[in-house]
């Protein structure tokens, strides 16, 4: 089963100086049961990390449409974490990256900055505009 951890930070959060910070964790398994005892199991995971993920504030999920993970068994949760133990740089640090991106053509391929990994999580600065 391939499984994929990713983090998406609010970029208008990282642009301001907020101490704190809205985080959308997804965590995907491909082409595993989609039962609550699977389910369970993906979000102690998920408690891994993010141990101040409660039942009623993760969302399950299949995905039906997608390039890259139509079939895979997501689990979501948002909430808020400290910009300092998420490791994300300060406004002044994302306006510098956000100069780089778009400065070079390598860079500006990518769709989203990407940030530095958050304890095996892809960190990437990107707005999910929905609550699970």
């Given at each position: 089963?391939?499984?994929h951890f990713y983090l998406y930070v609010d970029p208008e959060e990282l642009a301001g100086d907020h101490a704190e910070i809205t985080v959308?964790?997804?965590?995907?398994?491909?082409?595993?049961?989609?039962?609550?005892?699977?389910?369970?199991?993906?979000?102690?995971?998920?408690?891994?990390?993010?141990?101040?993920?409660?039942?009623?504030?993760?969302g399950c999920h299949h995905i039906t449409k997608s390039d890259r993970?139509?079939?895979?068994?997501?689990?979501?949760?948002?909430?808020?974490?400290?910009?300092?133990?998420?490791?994300?740089?300060?406004?002044?640090?994302?306006?510098?990256?956000?100069?780089?991106?778009?400065?070079?053509?390598?860079?500006?391929?990518?769709?989203?900055?990407?940030?530095?990994?958050?304890?095996?999580?892809?960190?990437?600065?990107?707005?999910?505009?929905?609550?699970?």
């Amino acid at each position: 089963m391939s499984k994929h951890f990713y983090l998406y930070v609010d970029p208008e959060e990282l642009a301001g100086d907020h101490a704190e910070i809205t985080v959308s964790a997804h965590y995907m398994i491909g082409y595993c049961p989609q039962t609550i005892a699977q389910y369970a199991v993906m979000a102690a995971t998920l408690r891994e990390t993010f141990p101040q993920a409660k039942d009623d504030d993760i969302g399950c999920h299949h995905i039906t449409k997608s390039d890259r993970h139509k079939g895979f068994t997501l689990i979501a949760w948002q909430g808020k974490m400290s910009r300092k133990k998420l490791g994300v740089p300060d406004a002044k640090g994302y306006a510098a990256l956000i100069k780089k991106m778009e400065a070079s053509p390598i860079e500006q391929s990518r769709s989203h900055p990407a940030l530095p990994e958050y304890k095996g999580w892809s960190v990437t600065a990107y707005r999910i505009a929905y609550n699970y």
